[in-house]
């Protein structure tokens, strides 16, 4: 099987493994499965965070499948409704994922991390995005990662063939936690239960607003945050009124997601 899912944290957590040795790259096949976990996690009841990781410790993912490429899947193939790698393009996504990073992030790899509310890496991993070297484009990453780095900096990883090391992209605020290999998951799972400390409700608004608003003035952001329906659902909510409760009676709060 080339994708493996399993639940953590009393069942709070997805975990989703990839395993298509050599490289872990996927093709449209791959990803119409992934897009069809991450959409049933998205819409279940029980699952808080996911946390994306891979087989191996030399490949997180190589990107795209150029064998696949190389018997005709086109560039642009249908790869389910989350895109390529199964949640970078899931729309009203509004539960966070983690990528926990084991080796090297190549081109689409590269990308769908970038796609991660976290990213925990090995402290060997690499990220790097080689698509103009075999004649085609980044993408995903073209959009994403000048909106993470400097303009220059991301120009020298997108066409001028610099790698990132775990190190540096944690310099740089795109990884959360660099940990050695031994310790990935463990981390990563940590992350994941610190996160489903907090309200649903209140994490499902933050990253709808994060996904609409991120680029727009000060101002009429915060005018359409007040509108949002995600936003008022969760003020108006009675996790809303259990977490002053909880805090004054000196209990962790009991969040009911509603």
């Known amino acids: ?30 990803s119409r499965e992934l897009s069809q976990i991450f959409d049933s996690f998205n819409r279940d009841t029980t699952h808080r965070v996911a946390i994306f990781t891979a087989a191996g410790e030399k490949f997180f993912s190589a990107g795209w499948d150029l064998n696949a490429a190389n018997e005709g899947e086109a560039f642009d193939s249908d790869y389910g409704v989350g895109g390529f790698g199964g949640f970078p393009e899931l729309p009203n996504r509004n539960k966070p994922i983690i990528a926990a990073v084991n080796g090297m992030a190549v ?9 991660a509310d976290f990213i925990v890496a090995a402290d060997h991993a690499q990220f790097f995005l080689p698509e103009t070297r075999v004649g085609v484009l980044p993408d995903a ?21 610099r790698r990132l090391s775990a190190a540096e992209a944690e310099s740089w605020g795109i990884v959360n936690r660099v ?20 309200a649903p409700l209140s994490v ?22 007040r509108k949002n329906s995600a936003y008022r659902k969760a003020v108006d909510s009675q996790d809303a009124l259990e977490g002053p409760a ?13």
Request: aromatic letters at 4%; hydrophobic letters at 45%; glycine letters at 6%.
């Open 141 to 161: 990453g073209t959009i994403r990662l000048p909106r993470l780095l400097p303009r220059q900096l991301a120009n020298e990883i997108i066409f001028g063939g």
């Open 179 to 198: 940990v050695p290999i031994a310790e990935l998951m463990t981390s990563a799972r940590q992350l994941a239960a610190d996160i489903c400390l907090s």
């Open 204 to 225: 499902a608004a933050v990253l709808e607003l994060n996904r609409t608003l991120e680029h727009a003035d000060i101002l009429d952001a915060m005018h359409a945050m």
């Open 246 to 258: 909880s805090f004054a009676e000196k209990r962790p709060p009991k969040w009911q997601g509603k």
């Open 107 to 115: 081109g689409g790899g590269f990308e769908i991390a970038m796609a």
């Open 1 to 30: 099987m080339p994708i493996l899912t399993t639940s953590s944290l009393d069942g709070s957590v997805l975990e989703i493994v990839l395993d298509r040795p050599k490289a872990n790259t996927i093709d449209a096949t791959t």
